[in-house]
């Protein structure tokens, strides 16, 4: 019986560590006091899984203007074609345009594991006549890593 249990205590660890899982989030923190329109294309992919989705979901924000994460909501495209979304995002409101699972993001070009393609081509976000445009070459001087998200934040 001893024995039984000196192995359950020396793999309890090793089970706990294989179950562990983490997602860093790419989002939009829209919290001005006015909506904003967000428009962006993505890549198709031919091997492994987009970073960005075509389903980007809406979340409010609370009053220290962090993710409200017990409300999800679908956000509606406004834009009828196939290779672009463009999504109002309210005031107070933050968009989840993608997740990178089980790894670290440092930067657009990385070496991804489990396959993932950073498929974001393009990405305006359009505030009264104010544009701000990001491509994949310029996205880390806009989207900062903070608590497990990877956020353009709007003020």
Not at 33 to 47: L, R
Request: glycine letters at 4%.
């Amino acid at each position: 019986m001893y024995k039984i249990f000196k192995l359950t205590f020396a793999f309890t660890p090793f089970i706990w560590l294989t179950g562990c899982s983490w997602q860093e989030y790419f989002v939009i923190l829209n919290a001005s006091p006015s909506a904003v329109t967000v428009q962006y294309t993505i890549a198709g992919v031919e091997k492994g899984f987009p970073i960005f989705t075509q389903q980007p979901v809406l979340y409010a924000l609370n009053t220290s203007n962090d993710i409200n994460w017990h409300a999800p909501q679908n956000a509606v495209d406004l834009d009828s074609s196939s290779t672009g979304l463009k999504i109002r995002i309210p005031a107070n409101y933050a968009i989840v345009l993608g997740a990178l699972n089980n790894d670290h993001y440092k930067a657009y070009n990385q070496n991804f594991i489990n396959a993932r393609v950073f498929n974001l081509e393009e990405l305006e976000v359009l505030r009264n006549d104010d544009t701000l445009s990001v491509l994949p070459t310029n996205f880390d001087a806009f989207f900062k890593k903070k608590a497990g998200q990877i956020a353009l934040e709007i003020k």
